[in-house]
């Protein structure tokens, strides 16, 4: 599940740049001329279709419109400042254009954020117009022929130029290339601070400016004077003079909790609303400076490391919250070491970020989910550049060695297979996008026809009209999910066990279906590629039961003094 970072999507005429095209190529892969243009021919059809439907919902003119969609958006990261400079720069063309029924696919190529080189098709995420493409084109430059705004660069221009937008593109680039929270004082790799790779992503630090302090150590004499593994158990009991956490976590075996995976285990998910125009309100972009600043990805959310409420209709916990609710000294360990385009080709590449001392840390859970990429590109001939079972082989047992080096002795590995993506041609191509909802005029099929057109559909295999592709594409993902399985039985280290599940998507189509859910609420509604939140806690259910039934020595015992934790610490400090 591929979202690699390749500029700051802070306007909203380029923050929807990496709804897909971020989905597109390895996260560390530099952009090409074509990635570029390509993100901003996405980005303006998206926004020139959310301002057409805002004016058609409310009945109002494009630049009444446009200043809505402006209204809407918070201060925060300059969104709204942002926004207006760009409505100043294209505004008044856009308004001409729409104002002339041009849809927005026409709008774009005219305004020069789509291009069409030379014996290449032209994209477009709407059905043609009646008359002939080029004569539609001819039309639409002549009625901005006098227009200035064509002077303004635009694939090969980056918004992290803007002067008030430099520090905040760098930190946020900076946070996601080394994968380490952005505000850490004492460099121990965890922070006071949510985004840009903090607590959202592993367990808040209760002291920043001591590095031997940190979630999921082993605590220091009992954790008598501090919390030194931040569970928020410490102190001694004046009734009898034992350490509270002598008293209540010796012999429990306290564990954490950490996932190596993709996009798909990060919760990659853009909101619904940020793009459907008749839900839009000022409410509903709230959220968004924060998902900016965690690469889009919810992990704080996810079905591994999630530690708040699910925002869905189900109650399943992540196996985080298991984790502490069946030993509350688990408290706060937690890592998602999860990354936009993550595969086992690239995982060397940030798996320097976890964080575990063989001496002065507990045992920890990792989960290798690895689910899509090593067959997912966004090539027109994909199988090429698919990894095959000696690459995965090879790749995997690398990782393993340099995990056998970190975690540890008493620590578990568990690997998840490649899930079958057939599911999502085979549930969503027929069905209206979000963005085509309200005039029943995009589908997915669509959509993934425009992304494949301008080379960045992220899974070229499985996004796909071509059934056989589809079939080739999950015959190799089986291949490597029997690689994994092989590994699993065959390799054994001195730190931890492993073990071997599949990634089985049809038992979670029947398990919602059971609830009366119906299959494609499975997927991303926007991205149309992503599992969604629901997917990934019944997901996180069937890993727990599964572990409690075959391998209950991977979850560790429960700990009979949760009770009393809670007596005394309440909810030891939050998260």
């Known amino acids: 599940m591929k979202t690699p970072w390749k500029v700051l999507p802070a306007s909203p005429l380029l923050f929807f740049l990496v709804l897909h095209t ?49 209204s809407y958006l918070p201060e925060k990261l300059f969104l709204k400042t942002t926004c207006y400079l760009v409505t100043h720069i294209f505004g008044s063309d856009i308004i001409k254009l729409l104002s002339a029924d041009m849809n927005a696919d026409v709008v774009c190529h005219t305004l020069a954020f789509c291009k069409q080189n030379a014996g290449q098709p032209s994209c477009h995420l709407y059905a043609l117009p009646k008359a002939p493409w080029k004569y539609t084109l001819k039309k639409a430059r002549h009625i901005i022929r006098k227009s200035q705004n064509l002077k303004y660069p635009r694939s090969d221009s980056d918004i992290c130029s803007f002067p008030f937008l430099t520090k905040i593109c760098q930190e946020i680039k900076s946070a996601i290339q080394n994968s380490v929270p952005f505000k850490d004082a004492d460099a121990d790799k965890y922070s006071v ?4 790779r903090g607590y959202h992503w592993r367990g808040r ?45 010796e012999g429990s075996q306290p564990r954490g909790i950490i996932l190596l995976g993709d996009s798909a285990g990060a919760h990659f998910h853009i909101a619904p609303e940020w793009m459907t125009a008749a839900q839009m309100s000022l409410r509903s972009f709230l959220s ?35 984790l502490r609710k069946r030993n509350r000294c688990n408290h706060r360990d937690y890592q998602n070491i999860s990354k936009n385009g993550a595969s086992s080709q690239n995982l060397e590449k940030f798996i320097e970020s976890l964080s575990r001392n063989q001496l002065l840390d507990q045992p920890a859970i990792v989960i290798y989910a690895m689910i899509g990429n090593d067959v997912c590109n966004e090539h027109t001939d994909p199988v090429p550049k698919m990894t095959i079972p000696e690459q995965l082989y ?23 297979g490649l899930a079958n993506g057939t599911f999502l041609w085979d549930h969503l191509h027929d069905r209206y996008h979000p963005l085509g909802q309200l005039n029943k005029d995009v589908t ?6 425009f992304l494949s057109c301008l080379q960045v559909n992220p899974c070229q295999g499985w996004m796909s009209a071509n059934k056989t592709l589809r079939t080739l594409t999950s015959e190799r993902a089986a291949q490597l999910s029997s690689t994994l399985k092989k590994i699993a039985s065959l390799e054994k280290f001195t730190n931890f066990n492993l073990f071997y599940m599949d990634f089985t998507l049809q038992e979670i189509v029947e398990e919602w279906q059971r609830r ?19 997917t990934l806690l019944l997901l996180a259910d069937q890993f727990w039961k599964k572990m409690q039934h075959q391998w209950p020595e991977v979850l560790g015992k429960e700990n009979p003094f949760n009770l009393q934790i809670e007596q005394v610490f309440g909810d030891q400090g939050g998260h």
């Not at 031997?212 to 009898?240: E, F, L, T």
Request: proline share 7%; net charge negative.
């Open 22 to 70: 971020s989905a597109s190529s390895a996260y560390n892969d530099p952009p090409t001329v074509g990635d570029t243009s390509s993100q901003a021919c996405i980005g303006c059809v998206l926004v020139v279709s959310v301002i057409e439907q805002l004016a058609q919902v409310h009945n109002s003119t494009a630049q009444a419109a446009m200043e809505r969609l402006c």
């Open 193 to 196: 601070f949510p985004t840009l």
């Open 205 to 249: 630090d209760c002291n920043d400016q001591d590095k031997m302090v940190y979630p999921g150590r082993r605590p220091v004499n009992w954790d008598a004077q501090q919390d030194s593994n931040c569970n928020g158990i410490w102190g001694v009991d004046p009734k009898d003079g034992i350490p509270y956490e002598k008293k209540f976590c």
């Open 288 to 322: 968004l400076p924060t998902a900016l600043s965690d690469e889009f990805n919810w992990p704080h959310l996810s079905g591994a490391t999630g530690f708040l409420d699910s925002t869905t209709r189900i109650k399943e916990d992540s196996i985080y919250l298991r």
């Open 394 to 416: 090879s790749k995997v047992t690398q990782t393993l060695k340099h995990l056998n080096s970190h975690l540890p002795n008493g620590s578990h590995v568990v690997f998840y």
């Open 444 to 449: 997915y099929a669509q959509l993934y026809s």
């Open 516 to 534: 009366g859910g119906q299959p494609w609420e499975l997927i991303e509604p926007v991205d149309g590629f992503h599992p969604s939140e629901v």
